[in-house]
C-alpha cells in the first residue's frame, strides 16, 4: 500500500513568516496533488503536478515535485490568516482498479 | 460555494437509528464519491460512483449503504452505527472516472454516533 507522509503535522506561525510542508512517500509517483481545506469545508484542488523537477506556483504558493517523484513541497511566501486550513496531498487514482491516496495533512495556523 | 451541496450539515443519531446524508451535485458531472474523514487518519475513498453505476466499494462495512438514482444525486444510508463511525463524512464530484479530473468536495456532513 502506498503511503503519503505529511510534515510536519501541525504548524502555527506569525502573519508575514515563510514556510515550507512536505509530502514523502518511498513510492515513486506519476503525479501529486495538493488540497487545502478550511474550517467547515470539503478540500479545495489547489495544483497537480505531473513531472519530476516541476515547480508551479499559485501567488505566493510556490509547489515542487521531486526529481524522482517520490516527494513534493509547497512553500508559501508572507503567509496570511487566509491561509489557515489543512493542506493534503493526494495520489489520484489512475484507472478504475486503482483508488485515490490521501496523506493525513498538515494543520497550519496564521496569527494575525 | 463548490457546486457540490450535502445535508444534512450535522448529525447526531443513536446506533439503533437509521438515517441517510444526500448530496447533491450541479456540476453536470459524470462520477460522484462518499470519502470519510476521521481525526489522526487520511481522507478514505468509501463508494465510487461512474454514471449511476457503482465501481468502487473500499471494503466498507454493510452499515454503510451507498444510493445513486441519478448522475446528479447521491445517498449514504446508515443503519446500527457505531461510536467508530463519528466523523465527517464528504462527497466530491468529478467529469469522469479519471485520475486527472478533478475533484469537487462539499462540505460535508459531520456525524456523531451516540
Known amino acids: 500500500t502506498q503511503l503519503l507522509e505529511q510534515s510536519p503535522q501541525f504548524l502555527s506561525i506569525q502573519e508575514g513568516e515563510n514556510l515550507t510542508v512536505y509530502c514523502n512517500s518511498s513510492?515513486?509517483?506519476?503525479?501529486l496533488q495538493w488540497y487545502r481545506q478550511e474550517p467547515g469545508e470539503g478540500p479545495v484542488l489547489l495544483v497537480t503536478?505531473?513531472?519530476?523537477?516541476e515547480v508551479k506556483k499559485l501567488k505566493r504558493l510556490t509547489f515542487q515535485f521531486g526529481d524522482a517523484r517520490k516527494d513534493s513541497s509547497l512553500h508559501i511566501t508572507a503567509a496570511q490568516p487566509g491561509d489557515t486550513g489543512l493542506y493534503l496531498c493526494?495520489?489520484?487514482?489512475?484507472?478504475?482498479?486503482?483508488?485515490?491516496?490521501f496523506g493525513k495533512g498538515t494543520r497550519l495556523h496564521i496569527l494575525p | 460555494e463548490t457546486g457540490v451541496t450535502q445535508t444534512p450539515r450535522h448529525l447526531v443519531m443513536g446506533m439503533t437509528n437509521k438515517k441517510s446524508l444526500k448530496c447533491e451535485q450541479h456540476?453536470?458531472?459524470?462520477?460522484m464519491y462518499w470519502y470519510k474523514q476521521s481525526a489522526k487518519k487520511p481522507l478514505e475513498l468509501m463508494f465510487v460512483?461512474?454514471?449511476?453505476?457503482?465501481?468502487e466499494n473500499n471494503s466498507v462495512p454493510s452499515r454503510f449503504s451507498p444510493e445513486c438514482p441519478n448522475s446528479s444525486h447521491l445517498f449514504l444510508h446508515l443503519h446500527t452505527l457505531q461510536p467508530e463511525d463519528s466523523a465527517l463524512y464528504l462527497c466530491?464530484?468529478?467529469?469522469?472516472?479519471?485520475?486527472?479530473?478533478?475533484?469537487?468536495f462539499g462540505p460535508g456532513t459531520r456525524l456523531t454516533v451516540t
Open positions: 466530491a464530484s468529478s467529469q469522469g472516472w479519471q485520475g486527472s479530473d478533478e475533484q469537487y
Open positions: 456540476l453536470g458531472h459524470n462520477a
Open positions: 493526494a495520489h489520484p487514482a489512475l484507472n478504475r482498479d486503482d483508488k485515490i491516496i
Open positions: 513510492s515513486v509517483f506519476s503525479s
Open positions: 503536478v505531473v513531472t519530476g523537477g
Open positions: 460512483y461512474s454514471l449511476e453505476e457503482r465501481v
